[in-house]
């Protein structure tokens, strides 16, 4: 019988044996990844490399799609079993151009890792006159995926990571008007947006993928400053999120509240290492999981004002019309039929 995680059914703890502080060398211990096939987008830096050092040290070998392969190489230097290949996210000839490379090599693809991402951007556009965010962070992905379907069919036990935030809890998806061509722009609301995109993403592709032996799963890696996601944020963002007063004093209480949940590279990255390697998922799949483990159920409809510490899935992330709405809205969006069969 197969099992949807539709209202949030299944976000129940499994007993996981880890915790927040749990890092990816514990997660991969007694994980053995010889013979299997990884891509993982950014995966030349941030918690991307580290999940890339990581799922090659079990004996992975892993795909690096890159805006800028040179500069890919470089970053990886050092680390065995990787291949670079150009492709943006934000150019889908170049997804299309990647998975057919990909595909004519005829090898299975047993972990996609939709890792890649911009956060908190101003409003840019892409090419087809796309919010970048929601283009980026989702739609990139999204046809990624569904490029990738039969690899990731014939691997006969895969699985895709989308990497969420709990930063979904801002912001359901505006169906009416997700590329902010008529309501004002909010690089906040358009961020929490595609991040809710992502667990959607997640819930329907395990609906319909389960019965060809693919599940897949969406995470919050918690927050980790020691990546570079933050860097389009001006003073007045700072002061909008409450990191610093309007005088420009820091806000102290925040900062030791941040400081008490923040994590180390290593730790961010456990979570989608174990999504991506763990036994104990093998037969649960479209659920949302945080500090390495799957998340409670946020039940309501509340729009938080502000991510931090909101926990678990917002009900909007996992709601069934929604789920199956975003599908045919981003086929329509890319041009891509994603048909699971």
Do not use: C
């Amino acid at each position: 019988m197969e099992l949807t995680n539709y209202n949030g059914a299944l976000q129940n703890a499994i007993g996981s044996g880890f915790n927040a502080k749990s890092t990816t060398k514990d997660v991969i211990n007694g994980i053995d990844l010889f013979g299997k096939i990884a891509i993982v987008t950014g995966g030349d830096g941030g918690l991307g490399m580290e999940i890339t050092r990581t799922l090659t040290s079990a004996g992975a070998t892993v795909i690096i799609p890159a805006r800028d392969p040179e500069k890919a190489k470089q970053n990886l230097a050092g680390i065995a079993n990787v291949e670079v290949e150009q492709m943006n996210l934000s150019e889908p000839a170049t997804i299309v151009s990647f998975a057919e490379k990909f595909n004519a090599s005829g090898r299975p693809l047993h972990l996609l890792i939709n890792n890649a991402g911009i956060m908190w951007t101003p409003l840019q556009r892409d090419a087809r006159g796309y919010e970048s965010q929601f283009a980026t962070n989702h739609l990139g992905h999204f046809q990624l995926t569904a490029n990738l379907w039969d690899a990731l069919k014939k691997a006969n036990g895969a699985r895709v990571v989308n990497v969420s935030s709990s930063a979904h809890h801002t912001s359901p998806i505006h169906f009416d008007d997700v590329n902010y061509n008529h309501k004002e722009y909010d690089k906040f609301e358009a961020y929490g947006q595609s991040k809710t995109a992502n667990v959607l993403f997640t819930v329907e592709l395990d609906k319909r993928a389960q019965p060809f032996g693919v599940r897949s799963y969406a995470i919050h890696p918690g927050l980790i400053m020691a990546t570079n996601l933050s860097r389009s944020l001006t003073f007045e963002d700072y002061v909008a999120i409450g990191a610093v007063h309007p005088d420009g004093t820091p806000n102290v209480e925040a900062q030791e509240a941040m400081k008490k949940i923040e994590k180390t590279v290593e730790e961010g990255a456990a979570t989608t290492v174990w999504a991506a390697t763990n036994p104990k998922l093998q037969n649960i799949g479209g659920v949302y999981l945080q500090d390495v483990e799957v998340a409670d159920y946020a039940a309501g409809d509340n729009v938080a004002e502000s991510p931090a510490g909101a926990g678990g899935v917002a009900s909007f992330a996992v709601e069934p019309v929604a789920a199956a709405k975003l599908w045919t809205l981003s086929e329509e969006l890319t041009g891509t039929k994603f048909e699971v069969k």
